[in-house]
């Protein structure tokens, strides 16, 4: 590949550019500049991956100003940014970001698995923290065109992936406590494996003293701030020999996450009429997370049911899209253990995960959610 420069269209109909002569630019996919690294890297061996290591060759960069609007987004070689260290993002956290998935499948295209929820998603982080306004549909034209650029680094093998982290940062120059006019998205691309031995159950620490969110706050949301304050908690619990946090809220004890994952419990019914799939509700607490919704989707769904020969009652009572679907055996609670019964995945998270999985990796269609590159 050699270095140029040229504008690439990414779909012929588009609504970027500016709604009003003179006014703020809208963030336009049509508008994209490529620039080729010139040198690429070598593919790791997968078995050498480990998540948010590696990453491919370019990044998707764009920036917007409170009076000219959104940049023209660029591909170029990734590498180092440069920011004023009184940039908001540094000093007041406004940072947002999403986690996706493209897959390769059997018909050797590029799949993305359900990026209209992440999309929304983004787009109501930014709105939460005070950024400027972003348009996920466009985002998404331009994460398809860096999966199509990028295809080399996914992986062939079943389970593995190429991870896609569009990031919204607030670039306000300035100590002021204000929200920021100023912002940057960029796009990274990172080939990976399993997040977790997937057959391996994790082991999960109960606690009630640190909270990872709060009613009012911004739990429901994917922003940086709420990953780094449980970050201590999770080396205690490492130091006490568990996996992962379960996070305790409230003075009836309610299970909300485990770690950044959204947590299931499989109870048989006492009416013998199947089983309950419990997870917690979309309180504002918790993330909204793509699998989550996906599961409770399926497990509704009469199709999946007879297919997977097994009778669920979703009920808004460990999940997220770096792990996709884990077991779990054992609850540390109060200074006991909760040993949990069986010693892997069991029948309603093997169904789950190998549904989601064939729909990821494009060897089962179904309702739309496997979204192709072009």
């Known amino acids: 590949m050699g270095d140029k420069d040229s504008m690439a269209s990414p779909e012929p ?12 630019a809208l963030l336009d996919a049509s508008k994209l500049k490529i620039t080729l690294s010139k040198t690429l890297k070598p593919l790791q061996p997968i078995e050498t991956l480990r998540f948010g290591q590696t990453f491919s060759d370019h990044m998707i960069v764009a920036n917007h100003d409170p009076v000219t609007g959104w940049s ?3 591909v170029k070689p990734h590498g180092p940014i440069s920011l004023d260290p009184a940039c908001s993002c540094f000093q007041y956290g406004g940072n947002v970001f999403e986690g996706m998935k493209a897959y390769l499948g059997p018909d050797g295209k590029a799949r993305l698995f359900r990026p209209d929820l992440n999309m929304r998603r983004l787009e109501r982080s930014c ?21 199509d650029l990028e295809r080399r680094w996914i992986p062939k093998e079943s389970g593995y992936s190429l991870y896609i982290r569009p990031t919204v940062i607030a670039t306000k120059p300035g100590l002021g406590v204000m929200a920021s006019d100023h912002a940057m998205l960029y796009i990274l691309a990172s080939p990976t494996g399993p997040y977790f031995q997937v057959l391996k159950p994790i082991s999960l620490l109960a606690v ?6 709060w009613p009012g706050g911004t739990g429901g949301h994917k922003i940086a701030g709420n990953y780094s304050p449980g970050f201590l908690p999770q080396r205690t619990a490492a130091e006490k020999g568990y996996d992962q946090i379960l996070w ?12 950044a994952m959204n947590f299931f419990v499989v ?14 509700p979309l309180d504002g607490t918790i993330l909204p997370g793509v699998t989550r919704a996906s599961c409770l989707a399926l497990a509704s769904d009469p199709e999946f049911q007879k297919e997977s020969s097994l009778r669920l009652h979703p009920k808004k009572w460990s999940i997220g899209t770096a792990v996709i679907i884990g077991p779990c055996n054992r609850i540390g609670y109060e200074g006991k253990d909760i040993v949990l019964p069986g010693a892997g995945m069991g029948p309603v998270g093997t169904a789950l995960r190998k549904k989601i999985l064939d729909i990821q990796e494009g060897r089962t269609e179904w309702k739309g959610w496997g979204v192709v590159c072009p």
Do not use: H, M, W, Y
Request: glycine share 12%; hydrophobic share 40%.
């Open 72 to 74: 023209a987004p660029e």
């Open 267 to 280: 109870v048989k019914r006492d009416d013998g009429d199947g089983l309950d799939l419990i997870t917690a």
């Open 248 to 259: 305790i809220f409230g003075n009836d004890r309610r299970i909300t996450e485990a770690g």
């Open 13 to 24: 109909a588009q609504t970027g550019g500016s709604a009003n002569p003179g006014s703020p």
């Open 208 to 213: 009630s003293e640190n909270v990872r969110a």
């Open 127 to 147: 709105a939460r923290l005070a950024l400027p306004p972003i348009d996920g549909d466009v985002v998404l034209q331009l994460i398809k065109c860096l999966v």
